[in-house]
């Protein structure tokens, strides 16, 4: 019903910088709460940042406050993620994810998920 696929990662050194991009298509409409989660090797998916239909109401974890955005082109039906600062702790695979519903999204119960990229950033 509604396909994610993403864009961007790759390796970076600490401080460095990263964009990442989330295209959604099929039944967009069903896309109106998009963001990212990450997973880190042996640990649980865990709640990056999120965005609603309007880009207006934006989400992030503290642990990325003052350095992540996102953005969103609504008619473009893409999500970006510009990771500013990176810090090795930052190393994870990235998720794109997508709902109808903002705080269902931001709970990890999204009904969409993209392929993940890896995000490796090296001390």
């Known amino acids: 019903q509604v396909q994610l696929v993403q864009s961007g990662g790759g390796l970076v050194q600490a401080g460095g910088s990263l964009r990442l991009s989330c295209a959604a298509s099929g039944r967009t409409m069903r896309t109106s709460a998009m963001g990212w989660f990450r997973q880190a090797p042996g640990k649980e998916r865990e709640f990056v940042t999120s965005?609603?239909?309007?880009?207006?109401?934006?989400y992030y974890a503290d642990s990325v406050k003052g350095r992540f955005t996102i953005s969103r082109e609504t008619a473009k039906n893409t999500v970006y993620l510009q990771m500013n600062f990176l810090k090795p702790e930052d190393t994870a695979v990235y998720f794109c994810t997508a709902d109808v519903q903002h705080l269902r999204l931001r709970g990890g119960m999204s009904e969409y998920w993209g392929q993940g990229t890896q995000v490796t950033v090296s001390s």
């Open positions: 965005i609603d239909w309007s880009g207006y109401d934006t």
